[in-house]
């Protein structure tokens, strides 16, 4: 499409919580009806599309069923050439675009091809284990939270892993399900098999499962309870205080 003059491209990086729709800021809520486009992907919530104008032009660019992630390098080209030819451009991704969701990246490309960018935050999934029962931090239990990512760009489980396991802070990993062996490894052989964890999926929608264990047990943990993507594993004494393991 041929860029037009009258429009200001502008990008909007907006977090669309962890699930529950109702769980967006009121930045985010007024900014979707404001938007000329969206990009959405898999994790943020499809009912969110409905706030948005009707001539509003609504591209999805997560996973495609069995298939590929859309490549970074593609969203990156749909906002620049939507932003230049229709305006204002909403990318609405999961939780926080900031948290374990390239959001910046989007936003670097953006400002080197001359689009203003704003920022808004969203509730990281992370924070939606609180229905659960598990707060990120309790006193006397938990000193601080660790948030970290199962899957890095090598596929890799981050090595701060073993780090975060040797403080009083709860540890949370994200993309961590299909790693779960090796988490529960890396307990076990620091003689640490023992410690709590929990696995929740689709945290904040109805749908939403939990599984409350050992770590050593992380593996079983996650077939018994046909715990798939998305969900977080939880791990430190917050997973128990109101529970039997
Ligand atoms: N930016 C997102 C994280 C994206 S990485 C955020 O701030 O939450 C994708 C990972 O997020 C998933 O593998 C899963 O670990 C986690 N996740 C996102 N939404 C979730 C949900 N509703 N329930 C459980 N885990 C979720």
């Not at 298939?67 to 939780?95: C, D, M, N, W």
């Not at 892993?161 to 779960?180: D, E, P």
Request: glycine residues 8%; aromatic residues 6%; contains cysteine.
């Amino acid at each position: 499409m041929m860029p037009d003059a009258t429009k200001t491209p502008i990008l909007y990086v907006v977090g669309a919580g962890p699930g529950d729709p109702e769980l967006i800021t009121m930045k985010a809520y007024k900014v979707l009806q404001q938007a000329d486009v969206v990009l959405y992907d898999n994790l943020a919530n499809k009912e969110l599309l409905n706030l948005t104008k009707a001539d509003c032009e609504k591209i999805y660019v997560g996973k495609h069923p069995y298939g590929e992630y859309t490549p970074q390098e593609r969203i990156h080209e749909l906002i620049q050439e939507k932003a230049f030819s229709k305006g204002t451009v909403v990318r609405l991704k999961g939780g926080d675009p900031y948290i374990f969701g390239r959001g910046f990246e989007e936003v670097l490309f953006a400002r080197e091809h001359g689009i203003q960018t704003h920022y808004i935050p969203g509730i990281t999934s992370m924070q939606a284990t609180g229905f659960e029962d598990i707060p990120l931090t309790h006193r006397s239990i938990s000193e601080g939270v660790w948030a970290l990512t199962g899957t890095k760009k090598d596929g890799s489980i981050s090595d701060d892993l073993r780090l975060a396991m040797q403080s009083n802070s709860t540890v949370v990993i994200y993309m961590g399900v299909k790693k779960a062996a090796a988490i529960a490894d890396t307990y076990t052989q620091a003689g640490r098999g023992d410690t709590p964890v929990a696995v929740v999926q689709h945290a904040s929608l109805p749908h939403r499962k939990t599984a409350t264990g050992y770590i050593k047990n992380l593996p079983d943990l996650i077939a018994q309870h046909h715990i798939t993507h998305p969900a977080l594993i939880v791990i430190g004494g917050v997973v128990a205080l109101d529970k039997e393991l």
